[in-house]
């Protein structure tokens, strides 16, 4: 079975710092969403992408997928209160996209 | 606006008791899902349902029962089998599977055994 991994665990910055979040695949992979979850809620759709080399922003936050396709980054520009959280990558398992694996996830603390 | 409603938000059940835990979305969606969340352990699906009336086991399904009569209900049963049933439980829905579509969460529901 397919096992993501995010590095780090947890992530402390200082608001208008920039960051960078990596998820790791055990398998290449079919493609690569990205969550953002306030904690003991639901999970917010970020992005998400398929094809090797694919790079995709939404305001201050951009995410690729390398050429491989067994890794993904996520990458906030000048970050701010508003974007702490929990980031979760996940991943289909297969070809038939039955089945989302998802990362431990990645604690974010932006400090004012 | 369309979504997916969990309820209830906090569930307290006593040990040995089964406990259902509600999902309705109004997207028509024909996929949806069951994850259970654990501190430092990620997402780890439960159950999933492509169509009405079919679904099938996920990575972690014994202990928990569901059924899928309605398009748009999925409910969640945590039955008394289940030996650790303290945890956050997110239902999620898609278009269909199959492809690459987004999943749509909705807010969990937070179950402790008391």
């Known amino acids: 079975s397919q096992e993501l991994e995010q590095s780090p665990q947890s992530l402390i910055v200082q608001e208008g710092k920039n960051l960078t979040i990596n998820c790791t695949s055990s398998k290449t992979l079919y493609g690569l969403y990205w969550y953002k979850q306030k904690y003991g809620e639901g999970l917010i759709f970020l992005m998400m992408l398929q094809k090797g080399g694919e790079e995709k922003s939404h305001e201050k936050i951009t995410a690729k997928l390398d050429e491989k396709k067994q890794q993904s980054s996520l990458h906030i520009t000048a970050s701010q209160p508003s974007h702490a959280g929990i980031y979760l990558c996940?991943?289909?398992?297969?070809?038939?996209?039955?089945?989302?694996?998802f990362g431990t996830g990645t604690k974010l603390q932006v400090i004012p | 606006d369309g979504g997916i409603t969990q309820s209830p938000k906090y569930l307290f059940r006593k040990e040995g008791q089964n406990v259902t835990l509600s999902c309705e979305q109004n997207?028509?969606?024909?996929?949806m899902y069951w994850y259970r969340q654990d501190p430092g352990q990620g997402l780890r699906l439960i159950y999933y349902?492509?169509?009405?009336?079919?679904?099938q086991k996920g990575d972690i399904a014994e202990g928990y029962s569901v059924s899928r009569e309605k398009k748009e209900s999925f409910p969640l049963t945590v039955t008394s089998a289940q030996k650790n049933p303290t945890a956050f439980y997110l239902c999620?829905?898609?278009?269909?599977?199959?492809?690459?579509?987004?999943?749509?969460f909705g807010s969990g529901t937070r179950l402790t055994v008391v």
């Open positions: 349902s492509q169509i009405v009336n079919d679904f």
């Open positions: 999620a829905s898609s278009i269909g599977t199959g492809a690459f579509y987004d999943y749509t």
């Open positions: 997207l028509n969606h024909d996929a």
């Open positions: 996940g991943a289909p398992d297969s070809g038939g996209y039955q089945k989302v694996t």
